[in-house]
C-alpha cells in the first residue's frame, strides 16, 4: 500500500458525459501527479501539482483538467469524453516537487462506453 | 532525459536471481538511474535509484557501471509476485521546475515455478 488513494475505482460512462476522479496523496506530500495509461500509449504524464499550484504539464488534452485543493487532495476533470479516453488513470504524490521518487496510487479505470 | 533501451522480455526461474539490464548511454552527470515496476494493471511501484555507487535496499540492487553507461537492477530471489513490467528512467534527482516520470516500454519479467 502506498498511501495514496484513488477513487472511483471503476467508472464507466458514455461518450459526452463528464467525470471527476479524485486521489488523496500520501500524508505530508504536497506533489500531485496524474498519469493516463492506455493501451496503445502507454504511461503518460498529464500534469503535476505543488501545494496548489500547477507545475508541469504534460500532454493533457484541452477537455481534462486538474487542481488540488488546500487540504492537497486533487481532482482530475475530464468532460466531453470519447472512447479513446477510456484508461487507467494514475495518480502519484511525492514530498516536494520535481521528485524522482513518486509513490502511486491504485488508479482508476475509466471505461467509455 | 536521458533515453533508455530495455529488452522487451525476460525469464527468471523463481528462487533465482532475475537480472535486468538498461542501456543509457546518453545519460548526463546530474542524472540519476530509476527503476519502477508495475504488476498488472496496478500503480506503478518504486523499487530503487542510484547516481554512480551501486545502491541496495530491501527490494532490490542496482549495479551501475563505471562509465554510467548502463545498469543492471538485480531480484536476488525472484518469486512469483515478481512478475511485472520493469521500468528503468533516467533523470535529474529533482527538478525545480516540475517534473514528471517518462516511462518507456519497459521490460516484462515473467518469474516460473
Known amino acids: 500500500d502506498s498511501g495514496v488513494t484513488q477513487t472511483p475505482k471503476h467508472l464507466i460512462t458514455a461518450t459526452g458525459q463528464r467525470v471527476t476522479l479524485r486521489c488523496s496523496p500520501r500524508?505530508?506530500?504536497?506533489?500531485v501527479y496524474w498519469y493516463q495509461q492506455s493501451l496503445d500509449q502507454g504511461l503518460q504524464f498529464l500534469i503535476q501539482?505543488?501545494?496548489?499550484?500547477?507545475?508541469a504539464k504534460g500532454n493533457i488534452l484541452e477537455r481534462f483538467s486538474a487542481q488540488q485543493f488546500p487540504d492537497l487532495h486533487s481532482e482530475l476533470n475530464l468532460s466531453s469524453l470519447e472512447l479513446g479516453d477510456s484508461a487507467l488513470y494514475f495518480c502519484?504524490?511525492?514530498?516536494?516537487?520535481?521528485?524522482?521518487?513518486?509513490?502511486f496510487g491504485p488508479g482508476t479505470r475509466l471505461t467509455v462506453l | 532525459d536521458a533515453k533508455t533501451t530495455q529488452p522487451p522480455s525476460m525469464d527468471c526461474a523463481e528462487g533465482r536471481a532475475a537480472n535486468l539490464p538498461c542501456n543509457h548511454s546518453t545519460i548526463s552527470g546530474n542524472e540519476y538511474v530509476y527503476w519502477y515496476r508495475q504488476i498488472h494493471s496496478q500503480g506503478p511501484q518504486y523499487i530503487i535509484h542510484?547516481?554512480?555507487n551501486n545502491e541496495t535496499n530491501e527490494m532490490a540492487s542496482l549495479i551501475i557501471t563505471e562509465d554510467r553507461k548502463s545498469s543492471t537492477l538485480i531480484l536476488p530471489h525472484a518469486t512469483l509476485r515478481d512478475t511485472a513490467v520493469y521500468y528503468c528512467?533516467?533523470?535529474?534527482?529533482?527538478?525545480?521546475?516540475?517534473?514528471?516520470?517518462?516511462f518507456g516500454e519497459g521490460t516484462q519479467l515473467t518469474v516460473n515455478p
Open positions: 502519484a504524490s511525492s514530498v516536494e516537487t520535481g521528485a524522482g521518487t513518486q509513490y
Open positions: 542510484g547516481l554512480k
Open positions: 500524508s505530508g506530500d504536497l506533489s
Open positions: 501539482y505543488y501545494n496548489g499550484e500547477e507545475r
Open positions: 528512467i533516467v533523470r535529474p534527482f529533482q527538478e525545480t521546475s516540475g517534473s514528471r516520470l517518462t
